[in-house]
């Protein structure tokens, strides 16, 4: 087994997300929020500012009037949708990154991360009482964990495989065995880290279902189905496949029939033009 | 030069400085055909059994679903010069998420439905390498009809 402890303290390694990303989120989360909290809050990061007005000058968004302002931007797509553009902004470089253990490519998390956040907004609209914002913000974030794994992975990849493929096991239980912690784990202890909420650390957590003692809230049930879409598409799928496992009672307490679903892949594809502007953020 | 081919997207080529590439085939189906004699190849990779669910959709994008997308393959290699006698077809892909069981197995009914569909039209498939939880990458060489295979977990060899 390997040495918990000390994968538990790369988490301090791991460079946290902007302060002015985290600002933006509590900023956008509150309902009695003004835009010029938020767009005082983004005026002073150059960077974050200048991806940002990329992201909306971009085909995703589909203006034809250029934005050269944060304010700009808010005053045209609205403060939720910029507050998700601005953590898109704030978080491409960090997810953009090879993780050799999961033989992710430069490029690849961050498609996989980018898709998973725009299908489980997706199916957030169609779900009762689910915060889109938070819905993304959670799918967005959700294998951060793969980020400090990876490198354990990629030392213990033959015996995880090997349970993986000869022993039934999905690759989270396999990471679990192997090396003592998963990436779902993980990646709820980094936002607990970082400061994100209970409910955020929970979700991020389970977002394998592996809480299997009572049944997922619809956040969760949200981020595990938009999750399973994009490994079906394939979209930034590394070594550990389509190998999770697979709860149909999902799919009942999302009201979802595999019509739907479909309908929802196929929408995704359709959009996938402008969604890959989001992509080239990498 | 390599030419991808993306997520409900299809190229078919004979320039034999071409490889054709389609990442990470999940529960898609990635259709490779290969025609020794003309040196056209092409790949067709689908994500949707059947067309009949949205057929604005099938219209706006004919490569997402299988009964639409596979004929478009042959008829573009055909015009090409290739011959359907001639021709290596393999399926590959149609992975599921662990435990689907049957149910809301997307993966499973691309492929039967590609196999209905070739066997409807007396194609004999010439390889397959379908079904699990893995994904799968394809590279098809233009000029040889070499077909490179990559499983996610292990390394790529040669069909």
Known sequence: MIDLKKIIKDIDRLEPIPQAVQKVLSIVNNPDSSISELTDVVQYEPSLTANLLKICNSPYTGLTREVDSVHHAVALLGMNQVGDLILLAGVSQKLSKEQKGYDLKPGELWKHSVSSALLSRELAKRAEKVDEHFVFTAALLKDMGKLILSQYVEDSFKKINHLVTEENFSFREAEKKVIGIDHAELGGMVMEKWKFSKKMVSVVSNHHLSDTTSAPDPETSVIYMGDILCMMMGIGVGADGLAYRFYKDVLTDLKLSEKDIQGIMADFVIKLKKVESLYALS | ?159
């Open chain 2, 1 to 159: 030069m390599n030419i991808v081919v993306g997520v409900s997207d299809m190229q078919v080529s004979n320039d034999p400085k071409a490889s054709i590439i389609t990442y990470s085939l999940g529960s898609c189906i990635g259709v490779t055909i290969y025609d020794t004699v003309a040196r056209v190849g092409g790949i067709a990779h689908y994500m949707l059994p059947d067309s009949t669910i949205d057929t604005a959709k099938a219209k706006d994008n004919p490569y997402m679903f299988a009964n639409t997308c596979i004929p478009l393959l042959f008829k573009t290699a055909y015009k090409l010069g290739a011959k359907k006698q001639r021709m290596r077809v393999l399926l590959l892909g149609g992975s599921q998420i662990m435990d689907q069981n049957g149910f809301f197995n997307i993966g499973n009914r691309n492929y039967m439905a590609a196999r209905k569909m070739l066997w409807k039209n007396n194609v004999v498939i010439d390889y397959e390498n379908v079904g699990g939880s893995v994904n799968r990458t394809i590279k098809l060489s233009v000029k040889s009809g070499q077909i490179k295979l990559k499983v996610s977990g292990g390394s790529e060899f040669e069909i």
